[in-house]
């Protein structure tokens, strides 16, 4: 039987058997042999084809098996052969499995087409096949039934499916789904793509070695709920790391070895681990960023955007119930000269313990809030004690010494408390008025506790007012320049000018410098203004040696603001251009503590401006603090004397000792030396004396208009 069934195979499929068996290509190269015979070659093709591990068979055209490999053979729970051949589907399988292998096969058999890569449930078993139809034909071509191939590709749909359920486990993790609820989906698809299996996600505890169950497949469930338990035959589990972004591990996935795990599983079972240990990472990223979200990175401390939501209920509670609430603002006094002295990263530090004591401080009901660099915002509710009995604990704590790089420190700070419903009813009118009353602490003097003042309000409208008026003024143009002359005593002739700036308000008239420089330094507007009168002295200059006098230098004043800016250097080279005066002709004048504010940086822009062909003098010298080995570095050819150590002489024994030393060190430093705000006599005598002879002061003129200036040079020609 199994003869027939062989010959009516290799005599109806349209493959030729002799190609089944690899010829030699030369009868040199291999001895030569008998033809061999059919049954020979058909005892071969059976035994290659019952070695495949794919399923094969044939089936007539009423569905009954002609031929069966092993492999189906024995996958359909049979032993032989020759018990598949004459059965069909419907005597092996259940109706509806078996009518749809029927409805296939019956299709290749009647349309002659072959079908190829179809897909469907294997029929024992839980695995899956790829199965193949062709049509079996006689030598005439007709078609006497059908053949047909099975692989199994269950490796590979497991794999999909694990590859499926790893990008599900990925795709919540990127939609940021809960923790827990992560791990529960990890317990579940578990159960699904590996069933039974016995796994649990043991994590540590925040801070602890030790591990809890965060979750569990229902298998590791029924196992046990605790890691002791879980471990009571650690040789049974294979313990997979759920590593951390930081190089250390959240905890384990545990899994009950098992035979059927085979490497593709582990694989994607290690998969899980690291997507649990992101998810792990995400979430305490994602909390982390919540938290700064809130707080400020530093300290720690509650931010503006928490501080304003906090501080909103707090004055809602306090409506409804009369009470008070204080909101201080705080700045540590001199801070910036602990981060120029010592680093920021000391500068870092110090905040923290301010931040550390002003918590203590304070208690749990009340709020603090770090709004920047040194500046701190407390939200005080109400008690039995006044509020500032209490900010002066604070102010204590703050003042207790502490060592920071090395060096012993002892703080102050200066606060400005607003009080609710008094100072304001919402948090925006208190924080304005707070933050007023602090300025105002510092304006004091600093290290001090200011209560808001209404009368502060009004004064911070006024220079608010004054603000917004200097601003139209540089737009307006009413910024004019007055001209003081300088005079050597000795020849009686005037060697230069200092161009004076003054503002002529529409209202008010003429405005001096004291009444709107400091305000001007403090808004910015400094340095527009400083450009005009750059620009008007240079052209007044050139405008003198036009009408034919005798040129005489003119000096300018600097502020700090204007000569700290990065364009200051290009600003003096084009009033210069502009005008068309020689830069030989313009003196500026700089302040000593201006100087010592950055040695470095000054001189480097002293040189820059020598480079131009500018000269550079020190106004008011004597008020700083400069040494004369820094003095001798600056590229300077005047020393202007302060006006303070003139106004007391003859009188004052110390300033003429002063001014005779400084008229001494510009001798020995081969620098020019004229004395400021000579107004007597006696002062000018005193000063001929000390070899100081050139003088500007009332004495000799008051700062003057540009016309009558041209009327006094025209006269000393």
């Known amino acids: 039987m199994r003869k027939a069934v062989g010959e009516q195979i290799l005599g109806s499929v349209p493959v030729d058997a002799d190609q089944m068996i690899a010829r030699p290509r030369s009868t040199e190269e291999i001895p030569q042999t008998r033809e061999p015979s059919l049954a020979e070659r058909y005892d071969w093709l059976v035994a290659m084809i019952n070695h495949v591990p794919d399923y094969i068979y044939a089936k007539d055209l009423e569905g009954r098996f002609l031929f069966a490999n092993r492999a189906i053979v024995l996958n359909n729970g049979l032993e032989r052969v020759e018990d598949m051949v004459g059965l069909t589907d419907y005597d092996l399988h259940p109706s509806a499995a078996a009518e749809s292998i029927a409805a296939v096969e019956r299709h290749v058999m009647e349309s002659g087409e072959p079908d190829l890569g179809l897909e469907e449930r294997r029929l024992r078993g839980s695995g ?6 062709v049509p079996l034909r006689d030598k005439a071509g007709k078609v006497i039934g059908v053949v047909g191939a099975s692989r199994d590709i269950s490796s590979r749909k497991r794999s999909e499916s694990l590859m499926k359920a790893q990008a599900q486990l990925l795709k919540a993790v990127a939609k940021g789904v809960r923790l827990d609820a992560l791990l529960r989906d990890v317990a579940d698809l578990l159960e699904e793509v590996i069933p039974g299996i016995a796994a649990a996600v043991l994590l540590h505890d925040e801070g602890a070695e030790e591990l809890h169950v965060a979750a569990a497949s229902q298998s590791a469930a029924a196992i046990s709920m605790s890691p002791a338990g879980i471990f009571d035959n650690p040789a049974s589990w294979r313990c997979l790391a759920i590593s951390s972004g930081d190089g250390g591990q959240h905890g384990v996935l545990a899994v009950q070895e098992s035979s059927s795990h085979e490497a593709s599983m582990w694989e994607f079972l290690t998969g899980v681990a690291q997507t649990i240990g992101i998810a792990i990472d995400r979430h305490y990223d994602a909390e982390r960023i919540t938290f700064l979200a809130e707080h400020d990175a530093l300290t720690g401390l509650p931010n503006r955007a928490l501080l304003d939501r906090k501080l909103d209920d707090m004055l809602r509670r306090a409506g409804e119930t009369s009470g008070r609430v204080a909101v201080v603002f705080l700045d540590v006094d001199n801070f910036k000269l602990v981060n120029d002295s010592l680093g920021h990263a000391a500068g870092d530090e110090l905040l923290k313990i301010v931040a550390n004591r002003i918590t203590e401080e304070i208690g749990r009901d009340n709020l603090v809030s770090r709004i920047g660099g040194d500046e701190f915002i407390l939200a005080l509710q109400q008690t039995q004690e006044d509020f500032v009995p209490r900010l002066a604990r604070i102010r204590e704590a703050i003042a207790r010494p502490l060592t920071l790089a090395g060096m012993n420190l002892q703080l102050t700070c200066s606060m400005g408390m607003a009080c609710f419903a008094a100072h304001g009813k919402t948090a925006t009118e208190l924080f304005a008025n707070a933050d007023m009353a602090m300025y105002r602490a510092k304006e004091n003097g600093r290290n001090s506790i200011q209560v808001f003042d209404p009368a502060m309000a009004e004064n911070a409208r006024q220079k608010l007012g004054r603000s917004e008026e200097l601003r139209r003024a540089i737009e307006r143009d009413e910024f004019v320049l007055h001209f003081q002359p300088q005079k050597d005593m000795t020849t009686g002739e005037i060697i230069g000018v200092e161009a004076l700036v003054r503002w002529n308000h529409p209202t008010d008239g003429l405005v001096f410098p004291g009444e709107f420089i400091p305000l001007a330094e403090e808004s910015g507007l400094i340095v527009p203004i ?12 050139k405008k003198w040696q036009k009408l034919g006098l005798p040129p005489v230098k003119i000096g300018v004043n600097m502020s700090a603001r204007q000569f700290q800016e990065p364009g200051m250097i290009r600003h003096v080279a084009t009033a210069l251009a502009e005008s068309g005066l020689e830069p030989q002709w313009l003196e500026i004048e700089v302040t000593e503590s201006l100087l010592m504010r950055d040695v470095q940086g000054a001189i ?13 003098a020190i106004d008011d010298f004597g008020t700083g603090y400069s040494s004369l080995s820094t003095l001798k570095r600056f590229p300077l050819s005047r020393l202007k004397i302060d006006r303070s150590f003139i106004a007391d002489i003859p009188d ?10 400084i008229v001494s060190l510009a001798r020995i430093l081969a620098l020019d030396v004229i004395a400021e705000g000579v107004e007597t006599e006696e002062q000018a005598r005193f000063l001929s004396e000390a070899g100081c002879h050139a003088i500007q002061g009332y004495l000799f003129s008051r700062p003057i208009p540009a016309e009558e200036m041209t009327r006094v040079m025209r006269e000393r020609c």
Do not use: F, P, Y
Request: proline residues 0%; negative net charge.
């Open 530 to 541: 400083g450009e005009a009168v750059l620009r008007k002295a240079c052209g007044q200059a």
């Open 604 to 616: 480097m822009k002293m040189h820059e401006l020598n480079a131009l062909g500018v000269s550079l």
């Open 128 to 133: 899956w096949l790829m199965m193949s139809r």
């Open 652 to 661: 004052d024994a110390d300033d003429m000792a002063i001014t005779s030393a």
